[in-house]
């Protein structure tokens, strides 16, 4: 199947889900990732439950803090 991941369309086997796709796309520092699937935000917890399909847009979104 392809995903667009950060922009790029790339191929994947079917069925996957966000904790897969994460192992995958070898993320840094997984635990404080925040996704966006399809525009949408998934929390944490939920990342085994949601399975990717065929055309799904995914984005590995990190919050920095900082400033004055």
Known sequence: MTLTVAGTPKE??????????????KVETPMYVT?????????????????????????FLYFMGGGR
Request: charged share 30%; hydrophobic share 45%.
């Open 12 to 25: 994947y086997p079917d069925g996957i889900n966000l904790t897969r796709l994460i192992e995958l796309e």
């Open 35 to 59: 996704v966006a699937l399809n525009d949408a935000f998934v929390e944490s917890g939920g990342f085994e439950a949601a399975v990717l399909k065929d055309g799904d847009t995914v984005e």
